[in-house]
């Protein structure tokens, strides 16, 4: 079975702060690992994804995640926070089949 | 290349009612599925399609259904709608081998009253 969990369901920083939205993850098999944005009333758009190989992944928008195995994480950061990432964000888990498991969300808000 | 168009993007339909909701599969891809996202939640996998036989099914219950046609689009119908059916419905495309990635249309927002 798997499972995603991110931690804090709401996250504040500073426009030009850096950005960390936690997520960790439960697999039995390797697994296939995204982060996706999404807008008020809009549906989901790719930020990044982790397949095989290279573990630190760069996504658009500026954003990175890295793959740590050992700890089962694949945390999303972004050095600098701008107004316009200020948005909801979903780590999810796929190895069946396109089949994937969203974790709860973490909504990010970016202070002026 | 079209990406995967879902409508209609808005719906209101009364308690007991029946929906189908429509979705068009990104060029070439022969996968869909279906995800229900109520509000302030994340996505939950209803089923999926492949080569229009279902290929997986989350933990919903049979009132929801799903169709996928020779052209890969597909529907979703959903019987005896109920209040806790309100949420935005995603739809997902892609093609089997080709590595792991779905795509997703902008949804369509069913509101039952």
């Known amino acids: 079975a798997q499972s995603v969990t991110q931690l804090g369901s709401h996250v504040s920083v500073s426009e030009g702060a850096l950005v960390l939205l936690r997520c960790n993850y439960s697999s039995s098999v390797p697994p296939y690992l995204f982060w996706y944005v999404q807008y008020p009333n809009q549906g989901l758009q790719l930020l990044l994804k982790y397949t095989t190989g290279a573990t630190l992944v760069k996504g658009i928008n500026g954003f990175e995640a890295e793959f740590k195995k050992s700890e089962t994480s694949f945390h999303l950061t972004k050095p600098s926070a701008h107004m316009s990432d200020a948005a909801e964000y979903f780590c999810?888990?796929?190895?069946?089949?396109?089949?994937?498991?969203f974790g709860t969300g973490t909504r990010l808000k970016v202070l002026a | 290349e079209t990406g995967v168009t879902q409508s209609p993007t808005h719906l209101i339909k009364t308690r007991g009612q029946q929906v189908t909701l429509r979705c068009s599969s990104q060029s070439g891809h022969n996968t869909v599925s279906w995800y229900q996202q109520a509000l302030g939640q994340g996505p939950q996998f209803i089923f999926q399609y492949y080569r229009e036989e279902e290929n997986g099914r989350g933990n919903f219950p049979p009132r929801f259904s799903g169709l996928q046609f020779p052209n890969y689009s597909s529907e979703l119908n959903v019987n005896a709608l109920e209040l806790d059916d309100s949420a935005l419905y995603l739809c997902?495309?892609?093609?089997?081998?080709?590595?792991?990635?779905?795509?997703f249309g902008q949804g369509t927002r069913l509101t039952v009253v």
């Open positions: 997902a495309s892609s093609l089997a081998g080709t590595g792991p990635e779905a795509f």
């Open positions: 999810a888990v796929s190895s069946y089949f396109y089949k994937y498991i």
